[in-house]
């Protein structure tokens, strides 16, 4: 069969399927009808449920820019109590509680993982400004915590800016624990990253670095020289110096009264004994 002819026929079968189109629609109308209705409920429900999850989202990004808002201006409230002698570091754990549910419920990662950020950031933060002493196991227990934070949020991190504030705050955290050289790792990996050069935290651990280098220094101490042997120096010869003699005081001078003469003491003569007769035996 000549391809001209195979054409014509498909040709004819499709003209006659699109002239029975109207009879099968009538003989099907109410087939019809059941599919439409089914195919705007189910446009209608998509439609739907996209609204609903936009207000969600929408919803969600309000509530952490409110409580981002509302760390920044309670950590603000704390430093500035602080230098007045008050005490309002307890706040911030309130903020770590609230950081921790929006960081679960968060539908975007980056979202979740800034929440993260800021709730490491807020653990570590009501140390620094808690009064008094810490104790060595409350502060091991708290930064470690921090830490955790951090490394979850490494883990939904796709910014990074993001991911270069999470390991800056690790690494201030290991510093803060006196692990320096863990501290020093993560430090390094900014700085070695080229991506992250434009960040904040880019230039933040370059800073740290260079002052751990500064004072993580070995300091040698001098050694005492062994104490010379006592030498015998003969005496000097020559005058002997004395120390010179306090002057005697000065007597005010005794005025003179023409008109009256000075009273002499004389010295009394000793009384003479009286004769006593003794009677004759």
Do not use: C
């Not at 933040?204 to 104490?227: F, G, H, I, S, W």
């Not at 020559?238 to 007597?251: K, L, N, S, V």
């Amino acid at each position: 069969m000549k391809a001209e002819h195979r054409h014509e026929l498909k040709t004819n079968e499709l003209a006659e399927w699109l002239r029975n189109i109207p009879l099968w629609a009538k003989a099907n109308y109410t087939l019809l009808i059941y599919i439409a209705v089914v195919a705007v409920l189910v446009i209608g429900a998509a439609f739907y449920h996209w609204g609903i999850a936009q207000r969600r989202i929408q919803a969600q990004r309000i509530n952490f820019t409110n409580q981002i808002m509302a760390f920044d201006r309670n950590l603000a409230d704390v430093i500035q109590a602080s230098a007045q002698g008050q005490d309002m570091s307890y706040t911030l754990l309130e903020t770590v509680d609230e950081l921790d549910r929006i960081a679960q419920a968060a539908d975007s990662d980056d979202m979740a993982a800034w929440a993260l950020v800021k709730r490491g950031q807020a653990l570590r933060s009501e140390l620094l400004y808690r009064p008094g002493t810490v104790q060595q196991e409350h502060l091991e227990d708290q930064l470690n915590r921090a830490i955790e934070s951090y490394e979850r949020a490494l883990g939904r991190s796709g910014s990074k800016t993001v991911t270069a504030a999470a390991k800056l705050g690790i690494g201030l955290s290991y510093e803060e624990l006196g692990q320096f050289d863990q501290a020093r790792e993560y430090y390094e990996q900014i700085v070695d990253d080229d991506a992250l050069s434009s960040t904040i935290a880019f230039a933040n651990a370059k800073t740290r670095l260079e002052l751990m280098d500064n004072y993580a220094e070995q300091v040698v101490l001098a050694v005492d020289p062994a104490p010379a042997e006592p030498m015998e120096v003969d005496p000097p010869v020559g005058p002997r110096i004395t120390p010179d003699m306090p002057e005697p005081p000065i007597q005010p001078p005794i005025e003179e009264h023409p008109d009256t003469e000075l009273e002499q003491e004389v010295p009394l003569e000793p009384e003479a004994e009286p004769d006593i007769d003794m009677p004759l035996q």
